[in-house]
């Protein structure tokens, strides 16, 4: 790391990018308030215009951040707390990999990885990150050579591959923390073995960040991160007013600073701000979808490329995803950051993301949603880049209809290779589905 680095990104992230991006905002908000909305969904959230500044501002200290402060590369499900205190800069590839499949430059990306080698088969997220890694090229300008690769294999095992394969391309030291898979619950062993990885994890950070983690600063940014997953919960809470006073798709781009920020204060200040914004669309009975008529769950991954055309098919029916299993993912574990013992309330939690649950646990879960949100019916991702997550789904399906009266529909898409997404057959599938909500169809 080197002074004219270090004054380099001081000046283009900390003083003038900022700057630039609050007028930008302050334009943006401008442009908003006389946009008018766009029939059948209600009218834009304000709080778009701080989303948007927020995800350009964390991508555009990312551009000179290597070389100027320690940097890390980590699996969205894996402990950040640990790096926060050490001043790392935090990539994120499955958002990267998310934000170039919203903006239709993942499939470019999954055929520069199968030209290097890689198999189609893997998953599109992995594929897309290898991808413009090897193209260096990306919708976000600059992507920073990381320090250390951290990667929890909560999610899936395929990220363990996956970071092996970045930690090869890339030359730096990998830090994989295992956690056993909870089948029918957490046992007394589970929890001492991940904690004492990621105790190893924090010594690896320390090298690599040359210089010592503090205990007190691991226990405020665990802090942050309880009060962050907190405030979202709230925030998809709203969800269970009728009508919901947004549109339930926008949840999952709502969910980036939950990810990519949680742990700071400015994640905590944007979703303070967005359920103030929410609770009183609420009450003035704004709605996501004008003439709410049909409330839908949603299970896995977003289909990024079709979000537009998702999006509308589901407003001409009236539609509107009240609840969704992927972002509740990131409030459940709120309860389970409990302070006093930092280590172990990080193994805790990180043990007990959704995907590292056993079906019938989900099915529990998943049942409980549609009453609580008042579910007419729940659409199943059954997504091809993400099999862990699609394991089961048609079981899932036919217990909730079977035991709760929730009909469901399975759609086969993927959530980042257009390549993988058949729009024709998915749309006839969901539009059939959603006739069957209509007044006289015996739904």
């Given amino acids: 790391m080197t002074v004219w680095r270090r004054a380099r990104h001081l000046l283009e992230a900390r003083l003038a990018g900022p700057a630039v991006l609050a007028v930008q905002s302050r334009r943006r908000l ?47 499900g894996a402990p950040v707390e640990v790096l926060r205190p050490l001043g790392y800069y935090v990539v994120y590839p ?75 391309e890339l030359r730096v030291p990998l830090v994989v923390v295992d956690t056993p898979f909870l089948q ?5 062993h589970d929890r001492t073995y991940v904690r004492r990885q990621i105790e190893g994890l924090a010594e690896a950070a320390e090298r690599a960040a040359r210089r010592p983690l503090r205990l007190a600063a691991l226990e405020e940014t665990l802090g942050r991160s309880q009060e962050t997953a907190a405030l979202w919960g709230e925030c998809l809470e709203q969800g269970r007013r009728r009508p919901a006073p947004w549109f339930g798709l926008e949840s999952f781009l709502y969910m980036g600073p939950m990810v ?25 009975g ?3 979808v004008e003439g709410e008529r049909v409330r839908l769950l949603w299970d896995n991954l977003p289909i990024w490329s079709e979000l537009r055309r998702l999006s509308d098919l589901l407003g001409r029916f009236g539609a509107n995803l009240v609840a969704a299993t992927y972002t509740h993912a990131w409030s459940d574990c709120a309860d389970l950051m409990q302070p006093g013992d930092p280590f172990d309330a990080l193994a805790r939690t990180y043990l007990s993301v959704l995907l590292n649950r056993d079906l019938a646990t989900r099915a529990r879960d998943l ?30 399906r036919e217990k909730l209809a079977r035991e709760h009266g929730v009909p469901g529909v399975v759609i086969e898409a993927d959530h980042s290779d257009p ?7 998915t749309a006839n599938r969901l539009e059939a589905f959603l006739e069957g909500f209509a007044p006289g169809s015996g739904r």
């Fill in 30 to 76: 401008a442009k908003l308030a006389r946009k008018p909305a766009a029939p059948p969904f209600g009218p834009p959230l304000r709080a778009s215009v701080a989303l948007r500044g927020l995800m350009e501002r964390y991508y555009l200290e990312g551009r000179t951040a290597d070389g100027a402060r320690p940097v890390a590369w980590i699996t969205s």
């Fill in 94 to 168: 499955e958002n990267h990999a998310a934000i170039c499949g919203a903006r239709h430059a993942a499939q470019a990306a999954c055929e520069a990885a199968e030209r290097a080698g890689y198999s189609r088969s893997l998953c599109s997220y992995a594929r897309t990150d290898l991808g413009t890694l090897f193209s260096r090229t990306t919708p976000v300008g600059r992507v920073p050579k990381p320090d250390l690769l951290v990667c929890c294999t909560n999610i899936c095992q395929t990220v363990a591959g996956w970071y092996r394969a970045l930690a090869h």
């Fill in 184 to 188: 029918g619950g957490e046992r007394p």
């Fill in 260 to 284: 990519i920020l949680r742990g700071t204060p400015e994640a905590i200040r944007f979703y303070r701000a967005l359920l103030a914004e929410l609770r009183e669309r609420a009450e003035r």
């Fill in 286 to 288: 704004v709605a996501g």
């Fill in 367 to 396: 049942a409980a949603m549609a009453r609580r949100f008042r579910a007419d019916g729940v659409l199943f991702h059954a997504d091809r880049s993400c099999k862990p997550y699609s394991l089961g789904q048609h079981g899932l």
């Fill in 419 to 425: 390549r993988d997404v058949a729009w024709e057959a």
